[in-house]
Nanobody, 119 residues
Framework: QVQLVESGGGLVQPGGSLRLSCAAS????????MGWYRQASGKQRELVAA???????NYADSVKGRLSISRDNAKNTVYLQMSSLKPEDTAVYFC?????????????WGKGTPVTVSS
């Protein structure tokens, strides 16, 4: 059984920073793309950033230059460094990973960590 657990969310003032982490555990053979998504109240879930197993990254236009995704393959962990945060970044942030196990390749999601940007 694979589990993804996010951490690092919280309340931060506009212009502040946060670092989110998401660690995968279980019988994992390989992790392909890791990504961060967010869902604001009343809105659809959207991709924030993703990183392939080779290290290629892509970002939503709204976060380019402010958020940075990275991964530690030895720890099965993906990070999202967030800076210059804006109120519109307020959302629940979810991680997603494409993971190969003995049962095959599947996408797994974490349960989310809330981020609130407010003064």
């Amino acid at each position: 059984q694979v589990q993804l657990v996010e951490s690092g969310g919280g309340l931060v003032q506009p212009g502040g920073s946060l670092r989110l982490s998401c660690a995968a555990s279980g019988s994992i053979n390989h992790i392909y793309t890791m990504g961060w998504y967010r869902q604001a109240s009343g809105k659809q879930r959207e991709l924030v950033a993703a990183i392939t197993s080779g290290g290629t990254t892509n970002y939503a236009d709204s976060v380019k230059g402010r958020l940075s995704i990275s991964r530690d393959n030895a720890k099965n962990t993906v990070y999202l460094q967030m800076s210059s945060l804006k109120p519109e970044d307020t959302a629940v942030y979810f991680c997603k990973m494409g993971i190969l196990t003995a049962r095959g390749n599947m996408d797994y999601w974490g349960k989310g960590t809330p981020v609130t940007v407010s003064s």
